[in-house]
């Protein structure tokens, strides 16, 4: 049975029918299937809808994600989700069932998918500490003051991480930082 979440009811049933028509058509024609993979499709353009994905994620599974440009920034890159295939949620439902028969044939092999290129992107011991400042609620200003320098700095350091994590706003940077498990205690 394919695991769907999503709040579009219309939506996940589409998408349901679909993969279940996909498993059956290779099933019959004796190609092995993996695991049903877990699909999760993300109609709004928030990232609130995010925080039960990441409870609920299970690394190194086969996943299929709908979601906006912001979601796909947010989960892209993430080690252990080379097996995330991620698919616009305004594509249409013929292109949709062919990348997901696509991945599926595949085995959702690494190339299949947008994680496929992960570049695991390093902090500094720098960066990791105004992350863990700025995460934990500290201004910009405050910031700088604990570690030494000009807010302008830390200003600079934040716009590095943020490059780094491929985010655009602090909101998708607390996030990103979650999911990758860079701080204990994020606000939100």
Known sequence: MVNIKGDDRFFVLGVHTVIEQLYREMAARFMSV???????VFTEDTLTELQPFIQQLHYGRPCIV????RHHRVLSEIPGL???????VG??????????????RSGFRPGMTFNSNYRHR???????NILDLLLQGGRVDAVARLCGCSGKAVSSCKRRIMKKYNVMNNQELIIKSRILG????TPG
């Open 82 to 88: 080379e097996k995330l295939l991620f698919i616009d």
């Open 34 to 40: 993996s695991a049903l993979p877990d699909v999760w």
């Open 182 to 185: 860079n701080a204990c205690h």
């Open 66 to 69: 709908f979601g906006t440009d």
């Open 91 to 104: 594509t249409s439902g013929m292109a949709a069932a062919r990348h997901i028969r696509d991945a599926m």
């Open 122 to 128: 390093r902090l500094t011991p720098k960066e990791q």
